[in-house]
């Protein structure tokens, strides 16, 4: 009888705290601000340099670019950008060799597909992910 008592007692007093969880499709999670989520792609800003193919431990980036059609600008122009998700597991390796900071981090997570296929996203929706950007990168 006395172990139901202090049994009840403790649920009492636990009923009267402060709930810890979230109610989360209803309520979107504060992420911290060094939260590592899917990266944006700025086209505009690229130089076609390979540099986040060449450090990208999964292989997961593919980029590829061609010649400046003015033969007066030198340089490449972008042609495709695409990142496979079902493999990158981001590292924030990508960014921090980007030299004209193309490809930032975002606080997005929420990548839950049905299909594997999905997770391949390519040029435009990479510049199309302006959702939960970070505070540092918000123009």
Same mark, same amino acid.
């Given at each position: 009888?006395?172990?139901?008592?202090?049994?009840?007692?403790?649920?009492? /007093?636990?009923?009267?705290? *402060?709930?810890?969880?979230? #109610?989360?499709?209803?309520?979107? @999670?504060?992420?911290?601000d060094r939260f590592r989520g899917i990266q944006k792609f700025y086209p505009e800003k690229c130089i076609v340099c390979n540099q986040c193919v060449a450090i990208c431990p999964t292989d997961c980036i593919s980029l590829t670019g061609k010649?400046?059609?003015?033969?007066?600008? /030198?340089?490449?122009?972008? *042609?495709?950008?695409?990142? #496979?998700?079902?493999?990158?597991? @981001?590292?924030?390796?990508?960014?921090?060799?980007?030299?004209?900071?193309?490809?930032?981090?975002?606080?997005?997570?929420?990548?839950?597909?049905?299909?594997?296929?999905?997770?391949?996203?390519?040029?435009?929706?990479?510049?199309?992910?302006?959702?939960?950007?970070? /505070?540092?990168?918000?123009?």
């Amino acid at each position: 009888m006395r172990g139901l008592a202090k049994g009840l007692a403790y649920t009492l /007093k636990n009923m009267t705290k *402060e709930k810890v969880t979230y #109610n989360y499709p209803d309520q979107p @999670l504060e992420m911290p601000d060094r939260f590592r989520g899917i990266q944006k792609f700025y086209p505009e800003k690229c130089i076609v340099c390979n540099q986040c193919v060449a450090i990208c431990p999964t292989d997961c980036i593919s980029l590829t670019g061609k010649a400046h059609p003015d033969p007066n600008k /030198k340089g490449k122009i972008i *042609e495709t950008y695409d990142i #496979n998700f079902e493999i990158c597991i @981001l590292c924030d390796l990508c960014t921090e060799v980007c030299p004209t900071e193309a490809i930032i981090m975002t606080n997005n997570f929420e990548l839950a597909e049905f299909s594997r296929d999905e997770l391949f996203k390519n040029l435009e929706w990479l510049d199309e992910n302006d959702t939960n950007l970070r /505070k540092e990168n918000k123009v």
